[in-house]
């Protein structure tokens, strides 16, 4: 009787993996498609980059970085907000190291264009325009 409840266990446990893990997976590439506008991708494959690199948002919106940079099985980035037309920090925000699969979140709730770079590759930089 105790193999009969184990072996019923365990199919309720293939059946919720196999049943629900794709559904959450689903919602999650639904909503990361559906708010591209609002999400930034940290890439590397022919040289790191932001993708989008310039994203227009509305003031009090969330922008979520992305590190899908599985490069040489990955590499971490750091974003963090410069003033404009330099790569010195202005203190706006500042992700840390955001690892391959991590993702880093930030509002704006001031209307102004915010510069942002890469501390790591400070050569690769991005603009917000917060409406």
Not at 78 to 83: A, D, T
Not at 120 to 125: A, M, Q
Request: hydrophobic share 40%; charged share 15%.
């Amino acid at each position: 009787m105790k193999k009969t409840k184990k072996a019923g266990i365990v199919l309720i446990a293939i059946f919720f993996a196999l049943v629900i893990s794709p559904g959450v997976a689903l919602s999650e590439a639904y909503a990361t498609n559906n708010s591209y506008k609002k999400t930034v991708r940290i890439a590397g494959l022919d040289g790191v980059s932001f993708i989008p690199n310039t994203i227009n948002i509305t003031k009090g919106d969330i922008i979520v970085f992305i590190n899908v940079d599985g490069t040489n099985g990955g590499i971490a980035h750091s974003i963090v907000s410069v003033q404009i037309g330099t790569t010195l920090p202005d203190g706006i925000f500042d992700s840390g190291l955001i690892k391959t699969g991590q993702s880093f979140r930030v509002s704006f709730g001031e209307p102004g264009i915010y510069e942002y770079i890469d501390s790591i590759y400070p050569n690769i930089s991005g603009t917000i325009h917060v409406l």
